[in-house]
């Protein structure tokens, strides 16, 4: 059923709002408070419902239900029926258990149908709910890390408002916003109860409040209380709008850039405040927030084509599968187009292209919040999908600070992802100046992994000891003894990071891009990442990296540490244990989840520093290690472990590249070339050294190129790409502008 359930839109003209105009009754609101708040709660509608539909907007609700997302709503009638059906037999719908997701759905199908066995069993829905919340208070318990199914006690409330007994409706509601209010004052802080701000997801229990205060306004019940929750609310949901804007810039962007929330819950926020605005305050505010429509240049240029999509891995990825997180990505386009289709064509219609990508089994709603199909009205009118022949070969994501790379857009193209800079920090690791190359299979992975959310405590290690530390990603690495760990999350409850630093960060984002410029030929990006080291042990860093597609890349770190004798390493992860021969390594790329054909591989050679060591790191009992500690990852308290294919994309060996003698500064140079099938000779390389500066000569795409890089100074360098459509100049020492989905292409390729 999920994988027919489709939506169809066509160009046409603007229309300018989500509801027609509230028609108001009299009624008993609270004495308006002094100051801005007064001046938005008089336009709160006095009559319910008024949570993402209203008296005068449920018509066309219900009239989409029964026609255009008939499909979608026979999903959820059939899902409610049949579990009433399967409680009742057993007389276990009254049990005590977090039934909210299920009341509101019940109330939604008997708002539809009228069947008086719907809002029979939607009442005893919210009663075991409201139950089940109240004893989760007592103990001192969490309900859950997410706030939605409390959210969706309150919409059953609020949409069955004149179908519940008066005493019952208010003896609920006083009930519900008690239990609330002592799970957001509780002290010390319920463990596990999410009460995140809005510069996270915004998903927890601290997110009810909006929805809590709408519907109580006016209800003479906790006046002061629901007054605050409105305030704060509004207040709270604009800030995260700010907050997300300046994120997006006029790239498109996530209030994180980790794919599993960027792409999974993080993106209701937007859309439910928009909806709620609209129903109860007659706002149509999306218009004003142009951000959210772009997100889909960010899903873009994440996306590797596999038979199902994949991503780079970024941040707190499961690496075990770096499967793109697709699951919501439909439903998210379709808010797209409802909400910007006519007044942002072009993001919609980029939107409706993304949605294009995704297998035919995927093409469907998510239950999450299974009311925005029926309130998008708008959505047929967005424009037809974008025609998008082709894309400039790199896009820089500022605030994300990230740099993506691609040879092309097909399943046999190699894919690269630079990071640095940006101001985003909500699930981001330690990780400025890493690097994630994949073609025919992950060759410069990003390690370590999260896996589920128990509390396993030598995972839960992992996380905060490995996977999250600058060791686990394609950096350098600056030892200074007894270093005090870089803290992050996943430690064991209770229990802080004892281990030290190992070589890496202890600030994110803390670097910043000094350049970026892109065309067919190469793309060049060059950051400074001082700042994110702790300045005991670093004078300066940088890195300076240019792709000559389609295969070869070429990285050039300048490092000054403040002691000689601060070992310095110069880290590549990669898919299999490398084979040494003099400077020059090979090794076989970790397979992505939904293999192409066989996994490619990546060759390498270091021509600076002349001394240097290679070293392979990893194998069994060493994938992970730091120091003399391997945070292995083991069996979680289930007994699961990792297949082979999976250990590979999570990551088992990695090769330091470390001068042989002590010196406060060093130069690394590295020569990098991915390929198809099994690994044979590298192309020839030379190094060169001209006018101060050193770099490599060498043959990409069968024409002979030229990189060269300043030794010390600001970033600099030059760049000769014979052919007749190459170049001969100084690299870039500014930030090429891109806006818009088709930045840097050409007209004609259009």
């Not at 008296?55 to 026609?67: C, D, I, M, N, T």
């Not at 719908?93 to 997701?101: A, P, Q, S, V």
């Not at 089994?361 to 037809?384: C, G, M, N, T, V």
């Not at 890496?504 to 400074?528: I, K, N, S």
Request: one cysteine or more; hydrophobic letters at 40%; proline letters at 7%.
């Amino acid at each position: 059923m999920r994988g027919s359930v489709t939506f169809r839109v066509t160009l046409f003209a603007m229309a300018a709002i989500l509801t027609v105009p509230v028609a108001r009754r009299v009624c008993a609101e609270p004495a308006p408070s002094a100051g801005a708040a007064a001046d938005w709660t008089a336009r709160i509608r006095c009559d319910h419902p008024r949570l993402f539909f209203n008296r005068e907007s449920w018509p066309a609700v219900k009239a989409r239900a029964l026609g255009p997302d008939r499909a979608w709503y026979e999903t959820i009638k059939s899902e409610v029926t049949k579990a009433r059906a399967a409680w009742e037999k057993k007389d276990a719908l009254g049990d005590e258990r977090d039934l909210g997701n299920l009341a509101a759905r019940l109330a939604f199908v008997f708002r539809v149908e009228q069947d008086p066995a719907h809002l029979s069993a939607a009442r005893k829905a919210m009663d075991a709910s409201l139950r089940h919340y109240e004893r989760r208070l007592r103990e001192r318990k969490t309900v859950n890390w997410f706030g939605d199914s409390r959210v969706h006690w309150v919409l059953a409330w609020d949409w069955l408002y004149d179908r519940l007994p008066a005493a019952e409706r208010k003896e609920w509601f006083v009930r519900m916003a008690d239990t609330l209010n002592g799970v957001l004052t509780a002290k010390p802080r319920i463990y596990r109860e999410n009460l995140g701000r809005h510069t996270g997801g915004y998903y927890g229990a601290s997110s009810i409040v909006w929805y809590a205060g709408l519907a109580g306004w006016g209800e003479g019940v906790r006046e002061d209380l629901i007054r605050a929750w409105l305030e704060r609310g509004r207040e709270t949901n604009l800030r995260l709008l700010e907050h997300r804007a300046k994120l997006a810039g006029d790239d498109g962007g996530s209030g994180t850039s980790t794919l599993e929330y960027a792409f999974g819950h993080y993106p209701y926020s937007e859309p439910n405040f928009f909806y709620t605005c609209a129903s109860a305050l007659g706002e149509d505010l999306a218009p004003q927030w142009p951000y959210a429509a772009w997100q889909a240049n960010y899903m873009l240029w994440n996306w590797i084509p596999a038979e199902r999509p994949i991503q780079f891995g970024y941040g707190d990825a499961r690496h075990y599968s770096n499967q793109f997180p697709i699951h919501n990505i439909y439903h998210h386009v379709a808010n797209i187009c409802h909400l910007y289709g006519e007044a942002i064509p072009e993001a919609a219609a980029l939107a409706r292209y993304v949605a294009g990508l995704l297998p035919e089994s995927s093409r469907y709603y998510s239950k999450q919040w299974f009311i925005h199909p029926f309130l998008q009205h708008r959505k047929e009118k967005a424009p037809p999908p974008l025609e998008v022949k082709a894309l400039p070969p790199a896009r820089h994501f500022d605030r994300m600070g990230q740099v993506f790379m691609c040879s092309g857009r097909g399943p046999g193209d190699t894919y690269a992802l630079f990071a640095c800079g940006g101001t985003v920090t909500h699930h981001r690791h330690y990780d400025a100046l890493h690097f994630t190359i994949y073609r025919s299979g992950y060759q410069a992975l990003d390690t370590g992994t999260r896996w589920g959310d128990d509390d396993c405590a030598h995972r839960r290690r992992h996380m905060a000891n490995y996977w999250g530390q600058t060791v686990a990603h394609n950096c350098v690495l600056i030892h200074m003894p007894d270093e005090p760990p870089a803290s992050y999350w996943g430690s064991p409850r209770g229990e802080s990071m004892k281990a030290p630093n190992y070589g890496g960060q202890c600030r994110v984002p803390g670097a910043t891009l000094a350049a970026f410029e892109t065309d067919p030929a190469f793309t060049y990006a060059a950051g400074d990442a001082t700042e994110a080291y702790s300045d005991k042990k670093c004078r300066s860093i940088t890195r300076q990296f240019v792709f000559l597609p389609p295969v070869h890349f070429v990285v050039f770190d300048r490092v000054v540490s403040t002691r000689a004798e601060y070992r310095k390493d110069w880290l590549i992860h990669l898919g299999s244990k490398p084979e040494i021969e003099g400077d020059t390594f090979r090794a076989t790329g970790a397979p992505g989840p939904y293999p192409v054909g066989a996994p490619g591989h990546l060759l390498g050679r270091t021509l600076l520093p002349r001394d240097a060591i290679l070293r392979p790191v990893g194998g069994p009992g060493r994938e992970f290690l730091t120091g003399p500690i391997n945070w292995e990852l083991g069996a979680d308290t289930k007994g699961r472990t990792f297949n082979a294919e999976e250990r590979r994309r999570i990551g088992e060996w990695r090769l330091e590249v470390s001068p042989s003698a002590p010196r406060e500064a060093d130069l690394f140079l590295h020569v990098l070339e991915v390929g198809d099938g099994a690994p044979g000779a590298m192309t020839p390389c030379e190094l060169v050294r001209r006018d101060g500066r050193v770099g490599v000569r060498l043959t990409a795409a069968g024409r002979a190129c030229e990189v060269l890089f300043a030794t010390d100074g600001p970033l600099a360098g030059r760049i000769r790409i014979d052919g007749a459509d190459g170049v001969d100049r100084e690299l870039t020492r500014e930030i090429m502008p891109q806006s818009g989905i088709l930045a840097g292409v050409p007209s004609e390729d259009l």
